[in-house]
């Protein structure tokens, strides 16, 4: 074969191996390189997109048994299944609340009771802290507070309403009283609970690491008694507004329980059944501030998710 034959036979622009003429890389390789890249830049920005789909799914699916509540409450009041004056459908019970919005009336009451209901819960979430650090940390603590605490539990807080009013009267002592009272028990307990359920091993560890006193309650018992105390703080909010509830209405005159008690007078159902939805969404928002705040603090704990 002539050598012209074999210069035509070869590939053009390089030798066979695919080497680019003068030393240059080989043919194809920067395709390759930016195809990886592109491919790796999607699957990271797809990654990144299915925990905020997860959520906005998560919280879809919250919403539906509400809606659907809401849609059939709606629907029995206008078919006439349901009286107007037992219970009033969801579009007069937004009017009220349009008509007290409206005017600043609900925006007082509603001031009022978040006034009594922080203040209570911070007079008996922290006693009831301190109390049951005392109790769960130190052995002569728990033979001194827990028995008095336990038998005082057994009372219905509510029921001493009668009692309470001839000690304290009617004023904001007595609505704050009860909200302490009704926070006190479910923190005190939580706490007492969440120190005591520590792995003893895990303490004698950090003594043996040579962690002082200090050292051990911040580093071993508060973080192992933190998820026990959040749950604690949850139940103390739904029995402080529990409380609020009755405290407001008797003898109240401002706060949503005076509300409701004075549209009762006048048959304004429509404004009690609005009371009483503010009081949920009250307790649903303070419950979900809570749960926000667990997750950020107790970001450590892997526990188990529903599937």
Known sequence: MSVRAQNLRKPAGGDPDGDAPDGGEPAGREPEAGTSNARASKAGTSKARKPKARAANFRKRRLTTPVVLLVLWEGAGRAGVLSHEKLPPPSQVLEAGWRLSSDGTLAGYLADSLQRAVLGLLIGGTLALVL??????????DDLVDPTVQMARMLPHLGLVPLLIIWLGIGES????????????????????????????LVEAARTCGLTWLERLRHVVLPGATPSLFLGLRLAFAAGWLSL???EQVNGDSGLGF???EAREFSQTEVVVLGLLVYAGLGLLSDLALRAGERRVLAWRRGLRAS
């Open 132 to 141: 049951g650090s005392i109790a769960g940390l130190v052995r002569l603590g």
């Open 259 to 261: 509300m409701m008690m």
């Open 174 to 201: 007595l609505k704050v009283t009860l909200v302490a009272l009704g926070a006190f028990f479910p923190i005190y307990l939580n706490t007492y609970a969440g120190i005591r359920d520590i792995d003893e091993r």
């Open 245 to 247: 509830v009755v405290g």
